[in-house]
């Protein structure tokens, strides 16, 4: 009767020293991507040569009445806030000696 450590270390994959297909398969493979991955990025690049270096400015919408068309800059022009400093907040003690 087979124990259990029997049945585990039993190889059921057949002998895998044969045929080795598995290093050259995988260089197939690993080239088929290269190639692709080369001929995607040339095709994107030739798009984006094409583009224009700016595009024209879009006329607004001519009725004022329209919420997307009040948009407004939240900072008013004044500039951001530095934010490599993180801003203070409840959780953090101020030391002041």
């Not at 087979?2 to 002998?15: H, I, P, R």
């Not at 020293?17 to 088929?32: K, N, Q, V, W």
């Not at 607004?60 to 993180?86: H, K, L, N």
């Amino acid at each position: 009767m087979l124990t259990a450590a029997q049945v585990l270390a039993e190889n059921n994959f057949g002998d895998t020293r044969t045929g080795g297909l598995a290093g050259p398969m995988g260089l197939f493979l690993i080239l088929l991507l290269a190639t692709a991955t080369i001929l995607l990025i040339r095709n994107m690049n030739a798009r984006l040569r094409r583009l224009p270096d700016r595009f024209p400015q879009q006329s607004g919408p001519t009725d004022p009445t329209r919420a997307d068309a009040a948009v407004v800059d939240p900072t008013d022009g004044t500039g951001g806030r530095d934010s490599s400093t993180p801003a203070p907040n409840g959780h953090q003690q101020h030391l002041n000696g």
